[in-house]
C-alpha cells in the first residue's frame, strides 16, 4: 500500500507517462522557414490537386506529409517526391531546418541527423499511401552512435526506400 498522497500522485504521474510513451505519441515541431514556405507556395501551385504541405520534425525524423484535395496519378506522386528530394539534399535545407531548428531542439551535442520521410495521403484517412523514407547514415541512424568508421557511413540522404499501404516491406527508389 502506498504510504503517502505524494508517492501515489508520482505513482500515477509515471503510469501516465509509460502509457503515453507506450501508446506511441509523438509531438511535432512545425518548420516554416524561408526555404520551406517557397517550396510548398510553388509545389502548391504547380499541382493544384495538394491540399497542404506538412513540414514537421520529432526526435528521429523530419516528414514532409502531402495531402491531396482529388486524386493524382503515380507519374505525378514521383514527380513531386523528385521535387521534394531536391528540397531536402540542399544545402540551404540542411543549415537551415537540420542544423538551425532540429539541433536546436534535439541532438544538440551528438548532433546525430534524422532521418526523412516523404509522406504522400492520397485520400485525407491519416494513412499516407506511399511512404518514400532516407537516413543520413547509411548502416541507419541508430549506427551513428557508434560507427567504425565515421566519414564511410555518410550517404546524405541520397538513398531512397518506398513503401506502399499495402506493401509495408521498403523497396528501392530506382530513378526510371
Given at each position: 500500500m502506498l504510504r503517502s498522497r505524494g508517492t501515489r500522485a508520482l505513482v500515477v504521474l509515471a503510469a501516465a507517462a509509460l502509457l503515453a510513451a507506450?501508446?506511441?505519441c509523438t509531438t511535432y515541431?512545425?518548420?516554416?522557414t524561408g526555404q520551406v514556405k517557397e517550396f510548398r507556395r510553388?509545389?502548391?501551385?504547380q499541382y493544384k490537386q495538394i491540399r497542404d504541405?506538412?513540414?514537421?520534425?520529432?526526435?528521429t525524423l523530419v516528414e514532409i506529409l502531402f495531402t491531396?484535395?482529388?486524386a493524382v496519378e503515380e507519374d505525378e506522386v514521383k514527380a513531386i517526391f523528385a521535387r521534394t528530394k531536391t528540397l531536402v539534399q540542399s544545402r540551404k535545407f540542411r543549415e537551415q531546418v537540420i542544423g538551425e531548428k532540429y539541433f536546436a531542439k534535439y541532438s544538440k551535442n551528438a548532433r546525430i541527423y534524422p532521418n526523412i520521410a516523404i509522406?504522400?495521403?492520397l485520400d485525407r484517412d491519416g494513412n499516407a499511401e506511399y511512404r518514400h523514407t532516407s537516413s543520413y547514415y547509411v548502416h541507419g541512424r541508430a549506427a551513428a552512435l557508434h560507427p567504425a568508421d565515421p566519414k564511410s557511413d555518410i550517404d546524405g540522404y541520397k538513398t531512397w526506400y518506398y513503401r506502399t499501404k499495402e506493401n509495408v516491406m521498403p523497396e528501392p527508389v530506382t530513378d526510371g
Open positions: 507506450a501508446g506511441g515541431t512545425k518548420v516554416n510553388d509545389i502548391r501551385s504541405v506538412h513540414v514537421r520534425f520529432n526526435p491531396f484535395r482529388q509522406d504522400f495521403d
